[in-house]
């Protein structure tokens, strides 16, 4: 069931959460997650935005700190197949995946300089390419900073005192998970303008061209870790994670829900 409601001109649409491994994912199309990010973005207050995967919410099996971020954030979008399937293992459902790749991008390119953007995270000069990438595609698009930054708690007064100059309305944060949103959880009541703060992964390193996404085809048929474990085969922990223990993972809690 969904309630709609009106926040300025804005239709936003409050769809229900399915739960996966006790972690609130919500059920939300590409394009009703932009209508909610236009939204917070229109009504002010300070929002958390997540987009969890496979591999994150095997993490957050181990690490209470950050599954506590995960269930306390304001949204949090299926970022990987493997959150679909096991909503669907769960008789659950999740209607696509939203991506952080593709929601930074549609959302960057509606916005102008009422809402400026700060880029933060990444490798150096990769924020800068990717605001450049950003910007080329939508002119109208303010973006107020840049900053590689570090996630490391002495860094901290330096990245909030530069994002509170700058004063942005968004923030993207590129730290990798989790610590990109802890950092946020623990930092954005001191970030005095950002009204919605988003936690994205690699990001910006598509975006810059530094890393290749895997092909539309490949991804539509959910294929897209065995591309990423081609490009970079360093990751095969991670995959392993998201690939292997998640399904485990999901399997085993649903046998003992049904064993309740």
């Known amino acids: ?21 006790g972690v609130p994912v919500d059920a939300l199309t590409r394009s009703e997650a932009l209508t909610r990010l236009l939204g917070f973005l229109e009504s002010g207050g300070k929002h958390h935005v997540m987009t969890p995967n496979s591999e994150m919410l095997v993490e957050s099996r181990k690490n209470p700190k950050f599954r506590e971020v995960l269930q306390r954030s304001a949204l949090n979008f299926p970022d990987s197949q493997g959150l679909l399937l096991a909503a669907r293992w769960t008789r659950q459902s999740l209607p696509e995946r939203v991506t952080g790749v593709d929601t ?3 959302l960057c390119a509606t916005l102008d300089e009422r809402h400026p953007v700060f880029l933060l995270g990444a490798g150096h000069g990769i924020a800068e390419q990717a605001s450049e990438a950003l910007q080329s595609r939508n002119p109208r698009l303010k973006i107020v900073g840049t900053f ?56 910006f390193d598509f975006l810059a061209g530094i890393q290749k996404r895997a092909p ?19 990751r095969w922990k991670r995959i392993w994670m998201a690939v292997i223990v998640f399904p485990w993972l999901i399997l085993r809690h649903a046998k003992t829900r049904a064993d309740e």
Do not use: C
């Not at 005192?161 to 623990?186: C, K, M, T, Y």
């Not at 539309?216 to 360093?234: C, D, N």
């Open 104 to 106: 930074v991008q549609m």
């Open 216 to 234: 539309k085809f490949v991804r539509r048929i959910g294929m897209e870790w065995l591309w990423r474990f081609i490009q970079e085969p360093s």
């Open 148 to 203: 590689s930054g570090n996630p490391r708690r002495e860094y901290a007064r330096e990245i909030i005192a530069g994002i509170n100059v700058s004063r942005p309305h968004l923030l993207f944060v590129a730290f990798g998970s989790p610590q990109q949103d802890i950092w946020i959880a623990e930092h954005l009541p001191e970030l005095s303008s950002v009204r919605v703060a988003m936690g994205v992964g690699g990001t």
């Open 1 to 21: 069931m969904k309630v709609i409601f009106r926040i300025g001109d804005i239709l936003l649409s409050m769809a229900s959460r399915v739960h996966l491994l």
